[in-house]
């Protein structure tokens, strides 16, 4: 349990000692970001600010866990989703940056990059031995045959996807993640102490890391943020998130781990179905975190406000992994 501390304070530490060497370098090389036209119209005063910040998440959660890892085969797909998904977002944001528009990669390409991952976790979960099914607190095992790939694609795609759009306000989406990332550590910290694998102290490991890296980014992030985590950042935090579901056999639980990500992705659906086929919006503005700041609701309060309830949230995830989930894994 050493290992896991320490890859979380080493990551933490390297996160906000490199941090404004980090941010001058980007904004020396004038990496800034570009604020849609459509969002609020009091965030094109953000309009420059350094972008691309989640390369500093990347690189100082991977030091850690390369040093101090046990090389498991779950652990190493995790890290290889999340680098996967971070270099998706980073051709986004580069995309970006060299036309200087906020519009980045088309959407089928990323599509189709993340489908390209979903075969890899899923051969590497096989490979790992796990099964196609997923587990139900009422149900128990439900088998899902080939519907389990279609299952990790939406996994993937919808984790990577939610936390980019929560990625709009100083501090939101690196302190929802910090938490839900907590919470995919735990759970392996808690397997770990029940059955000392090996597997489970490796996960929690990368967990850890992750954390620490992104709790340093987050000193540079909070409001006024002096840095942005750009899809890249954004994105590798989604894609670790969908790779500890699928290793740990916690697919039903991400719904609650990544709820407020899934409440944001399923915001904007709802606004887009509504106005195109009713003529109407249910939002003042979607993703959800805009309808409250046009509610006249501060980036602060918003932001606290929302990592409150992803704490309920990942609560209620951990309990019930405690309850239901430690029993089926044993």
């Known amino acids: 349990m050493e290992k896991v501390i320490a890859a979380g304070l080493f990551a933490m530490v390297l996160s906000i000692i490199v941090g404004p060497k980090f941010i001058e370098f980007l904004r020396r090389n004038e990496l800034g970001q570009y604020i849609r036209e459509e969002g609020p119209v009091w965030h094109r005063t953000k309009q420059g600010t350094p972008t691309m910040g989640g390369v500093l998440i990347v690189l100082a959660s991977s030091l850690p866990f390369l040093i101090l890892s046990e090389y498991t085969l779950s652990a190493l ?156 950042g954004s994105m590798a935090i989604g894609g670790a998130l969908a790779g500890f579901a699928v290793m740990t056999k916690t697919e039903t639980l991400l719904p609650l781990i990544g709820g407020i990500f899934l409440i944001e992705a399923l915001s904007v659906m709802i606004q887009v179905f509504t106005f195109k086929y009713l003529g109407r919006r249910v939002f003042l503005m979607a993703p959800i975190h805009y309808h409250f700041e046009m509610k006249a609701w501060s980036e602060t309060k918003i932001m606290v406000r929302f990592w409150i309830l992803t704490a309920i949230l990942c609560g209620s995830a951990f309990a019930l992994y405690y309850r239901y989930y430690i029993s089926f894994r044993g």
């Open 77 to 232: 797909t995790v890290f290889a989703v999340t680098l996967a998904c971070g270099a998706i977002g980073f051709l986004d944001d580069f995309t970006k940056v060299r036309r200087r528009r906020s519009l980045g990669l088309p959407g089928r390409w990323k599509l189709l990059l993340l489908g390209a991952i979903t075969v890899f976790l899923a051969w590497a979960a096989r490979e790992q031995g796990l099964d196609t099914d997923v587990y139900l607190p009422a149900l128990g095992q439900v088998e899902l045959s080939w519907l389990w790939y279609v299952l990790v694609f939406f996994i993937v795609a919808g984790a990577a996807n939610g936390v980019n759009l929560t990625d709009g306000l100083d501090g939101l989406a690196a302190g929802t993640g910090i938490i839900a990332l907590l919470t995919c550590t735990a759970l392996p910290v808690i397997a770990f102490i029940r059955s000392r694998g090996d597997t489970d102290l490796d996960l929690a490991i990368l967990g850890a890391a992750l954390i620490g890296g992104t709790i340093g980014f987050l000193w540079y992030n909070a409001f006024p943020a002096e840095v942005f985590m750009g899809d890249t």
